[in-house]
């Protein structure tokens, strides 16, 4: 029966990952565990960085964006020997088990982490909303959130000033965040990874958009598809839209956590602490009909999310 808990927070941070800390902290405690906290992501984990906590610890933080316990990204953890180390030093404490809060990154540490003794648990900590085995991952909903009230705000001055407005919206290779503002936003063109449109048929869209007399133009692109800036300059000269380009970035990952995003950690970090108790490890605990759910990670990293062609339906059947 384990006896000590750690937890970690790992790879970018999201709105929500101190709820599930608090979350984790208090079933741990509730189940008659020794709850710690690890700072600064696996690489704290191998300087030692390691406290001890209560129930108050983090009390107030239920509330804050980013992570009280830090995050950080080590590239050297796919390296055995540096994991190696870090069982000696979680051992040296007498840490039996760890809740890892993260992305698929931070996933595949908490794997093979549990292949060498220590069973490990993922909550899903990330805005992009990459993570397939869960409904949503914490973060998305408050970053989404962010990202509508930048682009509300951009289509004000963009209607005022009969402009077309290029935005950049953060979250790595997966498209959710722009697709889902690209709904709420009644964005004119949404351009991701699953969702392409080539520079000319972009080009005519606006065109007819103008010649349609309409008062503004919102076309919504995922970071790293393309050149924003090239797009930018091609709409310069290939239509008559005054057109301005605005990068959100990291504006995205911060923020105080949404009231859904911090009883759905709440709940996850619970059911995370049941599965350690069970002896389980190698899992990672998602949401699913609102409920919490679990599954091995390898199997977790497989799984595609089909939601997206459903929703691209939506956008396109509004154009
Ligand atoms: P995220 O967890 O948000 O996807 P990263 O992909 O940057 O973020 O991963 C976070 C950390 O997880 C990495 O810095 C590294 O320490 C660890 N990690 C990532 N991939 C692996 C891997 N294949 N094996 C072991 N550890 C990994
Ligand atoms: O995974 C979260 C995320 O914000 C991605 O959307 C983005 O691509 C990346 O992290 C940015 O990382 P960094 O903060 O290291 O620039």
Redesign the pocket.
């Known amino acids: 029966m384990i006896k000590k808990i750690g937890i970690l927070t790992?790879?970018?941070d999201a709105p929500g990952m101190n709820s599930a800390l608090i979350g984790a902290i208090r079933s741990g405690i509730n189940a008659n565990k020794e709850m710690y906290v690890i700072y600064d992501?696996?690489k704290g984990l191998i300087e030692g960085k390691i406290q001890k906590v209560n129930k108050d610890t983090f009390k107030d933080k239920m509330n804050q964006g980013g992570t009280v316990i830090k995050t950080?990204?080590?590239?050297e953890?796919?390296e055995l020997s540096v994991?190696q180390k870090a069982v000696e030093i979680l051992r040296k404490e007498g840490i039996d088990a760890l809740i890892v809060i993260?992305?698929?990154?931070?996933?595949?540490?908490a794997k093979?982490l549990t292949e060498l003794g220590i069973n490990c648990i993922g909550l899903p900590g990330?805005i992009d909303n990459d993570i397939a085995s869960t409904d949503y991952t914490i973060g998305f909903d408050t970053a989404l959130n962010t990202v509508v009230n930048e682009i509300d705000n951009i289509v004000d001055t963009s209607s005022s000033h009969h402009r077309c407005a290029v935005v950049e919206i953060m979250g790595n290779r997966c498209a959710d965040l722009t697709l889902y503002a690209g709904i709420a936003t009644n964005a004119d063109i949404i351009l991701t990874k699953d969702h392409p449109f080539t520079t000319d048929e972009v080009i005519e869209t606006l065109n007819r958009k103008k010649k349609d007399d309409q008062d503004y133009a919102l076309v919504l692109v995922s970071e790293k598809f393309m050149d924003t800036n090239g797009l930018v300059e091609e709409i310069k000269k290939r239509t008559s839209w005054d057109t301005r380009l605005t990068v959100l970035g990291h504006t995205q990952r911060g923020g105080r956590p949404s009231a859904m995003e911090r009883v759905n950690a709440v709940y996850m970090a619970d059911y995370a602490i049941k599965l350690l108790n069970e002896g389980k490890g190698g899992m990672c605990v998602g949401i699913r009909n609102s409920k919490p759910v679990a599954y091995p990670i390898e199997e977790a990293l497989k799984l595609e999310n089909n939601l997206h062609k459903e929703l691209y339906k939506l956008h396109d059947d509004v154009k």
């Open positions: 790992s790879g970018g992501g696996y950080a990204r080590l590239p953890f796919k994991r993260g992305g698929d990154g931070s996933y595949m540490g093979k990330t």
